[in-house]
């Protein structure tokens, strides 16, 4: 079936490091798939989206690239802030109604 | 904006209550979800609905009960309420099929 993994947390950064946060998935056909975002206290927020092979999502200094060849979708910040402290959510959707999420990695950022 | 709303961000209730969560989207979205988010598990999918009186089961319908009457709204109701319902409660909604979901900031749900 449909699956998506990502790396465990926590993930400990000082401000203004690189971040990567891994995603890989498995999915029949062809998936859309997406990174939100939860802060403290709030629902899931989308961050960005890419809906085909090739294609790199972006939004606010994040981005990541749908890669076929290896089945991934990872996460990137060149300088991460304290304000980016949240729980990251890989997830995928196959052209159905349902999301796959990924079980989450948080991020803590040091100031 | 999309704005999902949901009723409460606390609730308290106890054992054997029947308690209501309920969730508003104001964007004329046709699909609403019910999830719960618990340490360690992420999210599962509780129900979901792709459009007015009708509902389909997710990952873990037991114990949970849906009802949408009006496209705008999607309720959820615990029949009898358990300790091991305690949880975070969060409501979303999409336009049509294969897009991005818009999440609620979630009901905190305490059963003592």
């Known amino acids: 079936g449909n699956s998506v993994t990502q790396m465990e947390g926590p993930v400990t950064l000082s401000e203004e490091a690189f971040l990567t946060i891994n995603c890989t998935y498995t999915?029949?056909?062809?998936?859309?798939l997406f990174w939100y975002v939860q802060y403290p206290g709030e629902g899931l927020q989308l961050l960005l989206k890419?809906?085909?092979?090739?294609d790199k999502g972006s939004n606010k200094g994040f981005e990541a690239t749908y890669r076929k060849e290896t089945t991934s979708f990872h996460l990137e910040k060149g300088s991460v802030q304290v304000s980016d402290s949240a729980v990251y959510f890989c997830?995928?959707?196959?052209?159905?109604?349902?999301?796959?999420f990924g079980a989450g990695t948080r991020l803590f950022v040091k100031a | 904006d999309v704005k999902v709303t949901q009723s409460s961000r606390y609730l308290v209730k106890r054992t054997g209550e029947k308690v209501f969560l309920e969730c508003v989207q104001d964007?004329?979205?046709?699909?609403m979800f019910w999830y719960r988010q618990d340490p360690g598990l992420g999210l599962r999918l509780i129900y979901f609905?792709?459009?007015?009186?009708?509902?389909e089961k997710g990952d873990i319908p037991e114990g949970y009960s849906v009802s949408r009457e009006k496209k705008e709204r999607f309720s959820l109701i615990l029949e009898s309420a358990s300790t091991n319902q305690t949880s975070m409660y969060l409501c979303?909604?999409?336009?049509?099929?294969?897009?991005?979901?818009?999440f609620g900031p979630g009901t905190r749900l305490t059963v003592t």
């Open positions: 979303a909604s999409s336009p049509g099929q294969g897009g991005e979901q818009y």
């Open positions: 999915a029949t056909g062809y998936p859309s």
């Open positions: 890419a809906t085909k092979a090739d």
């Open positions: 997830a995928l959707v196959t052209g159905g109604f349902k999301t796959i």
């Open positions: 964007m004329d979205h046709e699909n």
């Open positions: 609905s792709y459009d007015v009186k009708m509902k």
